[in-house]
């Protein structure tokens, strides 16, 4: 029982601590664009992609300048600063 208590707050505390590395929009993401390089995934890869890059593609989905399936209407609830700091995030992850 200590045990099982023990793998638990383990694991409590590292979910906290990758909550809190990710900025809070971009759990809204990572279900379709996995935050880390080791998930298999058939979504397109955001990881690798440069941050200015991320930015440039959500306003041109928000705008309609890129037709998309789902990302013109996700971009729209996301504001400038929240998608540069999902964008800054996914830059630096591998
Ligand atoms: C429901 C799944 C889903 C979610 C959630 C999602 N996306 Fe996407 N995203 C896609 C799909 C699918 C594409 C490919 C274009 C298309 O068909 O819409 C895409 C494409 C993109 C691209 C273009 C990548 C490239 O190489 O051109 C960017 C940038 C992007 N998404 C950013 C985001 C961000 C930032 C978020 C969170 C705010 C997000 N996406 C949330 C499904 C999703």
Redesign the pocket.
Known sequence: MKLVAATFAALLVASVAQAAEAPA??L??S???PGSAGVETN??R?IG?KAE??KA??VA?RTGARP????DR??K??SEAE?GA??DW?ATQH
């Open positions: 929009g971009a809204a993401c279900g379709c664009h979504a397109v955001l992609l890059d991320i593609a959500m989905f998309e399936t789902v990302m996700i971009a609830g996301f998608v999902i964008a996914y």
